[in-house]
Each structure stands twice: as C-alpha cells, then as structure tokens.
C-alpha cells in the first residue's frame, strides 16, 4: 500500500502557473505507474497526467504543452507543473498510484483559475 498526499493548489490568475507535489509513504521508484486527474464540479474524473516506472509519459489532449509530469525519487515525490492556466483547468486534482496491489488515491488538492 500507498499513502498519497496532494499539496501546492489555490487560486491563481489565467495565464498563471502553479506546482502540484504528490508526496508518497513509500519508495516510488517500483510503483507502476503514478499520476494525476481532476474533477470539476458536476464532472467525472478525467485524466491528466501519467508517469510509468520507465519514465513514460501521457497527457490528456488539453494540457498538452502546458502541463509536465515529473518525479523526485529522492524524495518520494511526484509533481505536476502547470504553466499558462486557464478557466477550465479549475479543479480539484488528485495523485494516484497503480500497483499490483491495487489503485491508491489521495486527497486532492483544489486548484481555481480565475481573475
């Protein structure tokens, strides 16, 4: 198992950028694949972001370009860097982890693109 906690949302202007960190109980290093989605209110939960243990990458079609998946092993952390925010990016984004054992999820964090 998993702990996942989300931090490094609020509110910011369109245009803005903001870092969202995923700190992990555990070493990441193995988990299969970590990642990030968000729900909007009234919305499901789409996809953002994916990292695969080799370092692979996916991006929904609307943050391509602006949004960049990384990991810090070291520290046990995954981010998202979100640059050029818009409107429609405002949602509550959640790290999740996928391993043998299952799905882990955290919190989620709130992120608010508005002027």
């Known amino acids: 198992q998993v702990q996942l906690v989300e931090s490094g949302g609020g509110l910011v202007q369109p245009g803005g950028s903001l870092r969202l960190s995923c700190l992990a109980s555990?070493?990441?290093?193995?988990?299969?694949?970590m990642g990030w989605y968000r729900q909007a209110p009234g919305k499901q939960r789409d996809l953002v972001a994916t990292?695969?243990?080799?370092?692979?990458?996916f991006y929904a079609e609307s943050v391509k370009g602006r949004f960049t998946i990384s990991r810090d092993f070291a520290e046990n952390t995954v981010y998202l860097q979100m640059n050029s925010l818009k409107p429609e990016d405002t949602a509550v984004y959640y790290c999740?982890?996928?391993?043998?054992?299952?799905?882990?999820w955290g919190q989620g964090t709130q992120v608010t693109v508005s002027s």
């Open positions: 990292v695969t243990s080799g370092g692979s990458t």
């Open positions: 999740t982890a996928n391993m043998m054992t299952g799905s882990f």
């Open positions: 555990r070493d990441i290093f193995r988990i299969d694949t």
